[in-house]
């Protein structure tokens, strides 16, 4: 438990160092934006090229990709049933809503995490997989449909690859399991940039991450969607990852450090891309924002908590 704590403590320590550069503007106004496009796009697929290529593939395509995937897309389902029939909301905005309920910050939150908190960067690999190979292209070809948007002439089995492939995190991961399968290992000289590349990703992320907790205010009562927010902040820091621990442990079976970062995982907190997808469909705006707010500062205390009972 020292470890969990000493993790967490890493963690919120680079993440309060973001916020303090980012509220007295060292860096500039853009700083935080340019430190998460440097690791989205530059150093998380570094890192994850290193970690998922030496990992075997049952461990990352096996029972915590499938727990990830029972959850998060029950979490998404029932969110969707709520609001389209409770609250009354149009299939766009109960489509984000459900997306802030159940999509997590695998990347930015989610890596540090498994590297400080779990022990290994490998751990995360299969909820990023599940999120954006599968999850969140299928969600976008959800918005797509219910807006109307797709033109006639686009195929969406094409959309839904080129979402993949315009993915570098997915790309490396990819690169990385067929350098695993056939047991492949770059030579020294390439190996070593990649690794010191790899190595910026963790503070990168949790620097910008810190950064953009910066002047935003959660609960709008102009917006209108209280309750919307509160349902989907719940569902993601409570039910998501109930029903994670009860997908692992009743139905894969799982058991000590594997059980623990299934469910871990299922309460990482929103994903900040939910907040990009709603801006570009100008749906539940208000509702993604808030949640990763929201969710971003619970979920620490929430893991916590998790750590107390399921850490081996």
Do not use: C
Not at 193 to 219: C, D, E, H, T, W
């Amino acid at each position: 438990m020292i470890e969990v704590l000493s993790g967490f403590f890493v963690v919120w320590a680079i993440i309060g160092v973001g916020w303090f550069v980012g509220k007295r503007g060292v860096l500039g106004p853009n700083a935080g934006q340019t430190l998460s496009r440097l690791a989205f796009f530059v150093a998380s697929p570094a890192l994850l090229f290193e970690t998922l290529s030496e990992a075997r593939l049952e461990d990352v395509l096996g029972p915590q990709l499938a727990a990830a995937a029972i959850s998060g897309t029950t979490v998404g389902i029932m969110y969707v049933l709520l609001s389209k029939f409770l609250l009354k909301r149009k299939m766009p905005e109960a489509m984000i809503g459900a997306m802030s309920a159940s999509q997590a910050n695998s990347a930015n939150l989610g890596i540090p995490i498994a590297v400080y908190v779990l022990g290994d960067a490998s751990l995360v690999a299969p909820l990023l997989i599940f999120q954006l190979a599968f999850y969140n292209p299928i969600n976008l070809m959800i918005l797509d449909a219910t807006r109307g948007t797709r033109s006639a002439k686009q195929n969406p089995v094409l959309k839904f690859l080129l979402i993949i492939l315009k993915n570098p995190v997915i790309v490396a991961s990819g690169l990385a399991l067929l350098f695993s399968a056939l047991h492949l290992q770059l030579p020294g000289p390439i190996l070593q940039p990649i690794q010191f590349i790899g190595g910026a990703a963790v503070p990168a992320m949790l620097m910008s991450f810190g950064m953009s907790l910066n002047g935003n205010r959660p609960f709008s009562a102009a917006s209108g969607r209280r309750v919307d927010i509160v349902l989907a902040s719940t569902f993601k820091l409570i039910l998501h990852p109930v029903l994670a621990f009860l997908a692992a442990y009743f139905i894969l079976h799982l058991e000590g450090h594997a059980l623990f970062a299934a469910t871990i995982a299922g309460a990482l907190p929103t994903a900040q891309n939910v907040f990009v997808a709603a801006n570009r469909y100008q749906q539940g705006i208000t509702i993604a924002k808030d949640t990763v707010l929201i969710t971003t500062i619970v979920a620490m205390p929430a893991m916590l908590v998790i750590a107390a009972f399921l850490h081996p």
